[in-house]
C-alpha cells in the first residue's frame, strides 16, 4: 500500500515561511513527477509545484521567486519551502506523486492546511 504523508502546515504571519514535507512509503519500483497543488475555500485545487525525477522545476507565476520545490530520492520525499507568505497563499495543500508500482499511477496526500494571516 503506497501512502504520501504530508507535514509542515500551520498558522504563520505574513512575510512569514514555512517548509512543507511529503513522503512516500509503501512497496514500489520508483516515483517519477512529484509536485504539490493547493485548494483554497471556495476555489479549484491548483497547481503550486512540480518537480521531475530529471529535469527542471515548474512553478506557478503567483509563487515564483518565493516558493522553491526539492527532493531527496534517498528519502522518497518532496520538499516545499515557501518564503515571503502572504495572505492569499492560505490553502490546504496536497503532495501529488506518479509512482510505479505493477503500473504507473497517481497519488495524493492528505493534504496538510497552510494559515497566512496578515
Known amino acids: 500500500q503506497v501512502q504520501l504523508v504530508e507535514s509542515g502546515g500551520g498558522l504563520v504571519r505574513a512575510g512569514g515561511s514555512l517548509r512543507l514535507s511529503c513522503a512516500a512509503s509503501?512497496?514500489?519500483?520508483?516515483?517519477?513527477?512529484m509536485g504539490w497543488y493547493r485548494q483554497a475555500p471556495g476555489k479549484q485545487r491548483e497547481l503550486v509545484a512540480t518537480?521531475?525525477?530529471?529535469?527542471?522545476?515548474n512553478y506557478a507565476d503567483s509563487v515564483k521567486g518565493r516558493f522553491t520545490i526539492s527532493r531527496d530520492n534517498v528519502k522518497n520525499t518532496v520538499y516545499l519551502q515557501m518564503n515571503s507568505l502572504k495572505p492569499e497563499d492560505t490553502a490546504v495543500y496536497y503532495c501529488k506523486a506518479q509512482i510505479m508500482t505493477n503500473w504507473s499511477r497517481v497519488y495524493w496526500g492528505q493534504g496538510t492546511q497552510v494559515t497566512v494571516s496578515s
Open positions: 509503501g512497496n514500489f519500483f520508483s516515483i517519477n513527477s
Open positions: 518537480i521531475p525525477s530529471g529535469g527542471s522545476t
